[in-house]
């Protein structure tokens, strides 16, 4: 079993900054693409950033030049850099992977519990 462990939420001013830090753990073989999603009250779950195993990056529009995805893949870990922060990116943040338990297993979807982020006015 994977658990993604998600930590650096919380409250901040318009135009401050925040890094979100996702750690898997458990049995695991591999970890192919990882990313993060979010989704604000009365919204529908969005892509924000996504990351290959092979560092490959990719942005949803509303967030390019302001959010920069990394991982560590020997840390089984994926960050979220958050600057320029906007009221428009208050949301529940939401850690998500693809991971393979054994050499022969199928890669399974695994999700974060979730963290806050809140941006005020």
């Known amino acids: 079993q994977v658990q993604l462990v998600e930590s650096g939420g919380g409250l901040v001013q318009d135009g401050g900054s925040l890094r979100l830090s996702c750690a898997a753990s458990?049995?695991?073989?591999?970890?192919?693409?990882m990313a993060w999603y979010r989704q604000a009250p009365g919204k529908e779950r969005e892509m924000v950033a996504s990351?290959?195993?092979?560092?490959?990056?990719n942005y949803a529009d509303s967030v390019k030049g302001r959010f920069t995805i990394s991982r560590d893949n020997a840390k089984n870990t994926i960050y979220l850099q958050m600057n320029s922060l906007k009221p428009e990116d208050t949301a529940t943040y939401y850690c998500?992977?693809?991971?393979?338990?054994?050499?022969?297993?199928?890669?399974?979807?695994?999700w974060g519990q979730g963290t806050q982020v809140t941006v005020s006015s």
């Open positions: 998500h992977a693809d991971v393979a338990g054994s050499p022969r297993g199928n890669f399974k979807y695994y």
């Open positions: 458990g049995i695991i073989f591999s970890i192919n693409d």
């Open positions: 990351i290959t195993v092979y560092h490959s990056e």
